[in-house]
């Protein structure tokens, strides 16, 4: 079924059929967090957990420290990042995803709805409901799109793996774990110790 076929589209929509876009997703109205990868929808599972929700918190606080008087910005979730692949346009835009981080240098792609293409770098923190989403799915997006750095944050196992965008390619790093010292080769002199990381949700 043709989205321009479908009658509410303020109605939740169907996920077994059709192929949506972001103008249909500006007219939803549901209380839970949804995304959009390649016309199809992906539904948050639950809330997140605790764990999850502090190290977003400690991440982005890390960011937002390093970034102080720099071009660059942090966002966290809920935040509208638009990929389009052959026009800006919003009934043509088919991905609309939410990371949990994302930082973008080019201020351009800001726009009051969010960011329209790629950002430099995106941080992902697994939940036991979406590691397929976000390490297939995702995975295949940030790469297409440009994403120039993607981390995947592990909560349980305390592990970052990072993802360069190398010639068109993604190239994994090594597993980081307790004891590293994390450089980004997108944010200029950014360096994160993965036991700061995960202090807050030890002590508690």
């Not at 929509?13 to 016309?39: A, R």
């Not at 720099?70 to 966002?75: A, R, Y």
């Not at 981080?101 to 009051?112: A, G, Y």
């Not at 430099?120 to 409901?129: A, Q, W």
């Amino acid at each position: 079924m043709d989205s321009k076929e479908k009658p509410n589209q303020s109605e939740e929509p169907f996920t077994s059929y059709g192929h949506y876009t972001y103008l249909d997703y500006l007219h939803w109205q549901m209380d839970e967090m949804v995304e959009l990868i390649k016309g199809k929808v992906f539904r948050a599972a639950a809330a997140p957990r605790r764990i999850h929700q502090e190290i977003l918190l400690e991440m982005a606080r890390i960011f937002a420290d390093h970034l102080d008087q720099h071009p660059c910005k942090v966002f966290i979730a809920p935040f509208d990042v638009r990929l389009p692949k052959d026009s800006n346009l919003p009934e043509k835009i088919d991905t609309v995803v939410q990371p949990d981080i994302c930082v973008v240098c080019d201020r351009s792609k800001l726009d009051d709805r969010g960011c329209l293409g790629a950002p430099d770098l995106v941080v992902e923190i697994l939940s036991p409901g979406n590691n397929q989403k976000e390490l297939k799915q995702k995975y295949d997006i940030y790469e297409e799109s440009g994403v120039k750095e993607y981390w995947i944050i592990h909560p349980d196992e305390q592990t970052l793996l990072v993802y360069r965008l190398i010639n068109g390619a993604y190239q994994p790093t090594r597993l980081f774990t307790h004891g590293d010292l994390v450089h980004s080769q997108v944010i200029t002199g950014f360096k994160l110790n993965i036991s700061d990381l995960f202090k807050s949700s030890e002590d508690k």
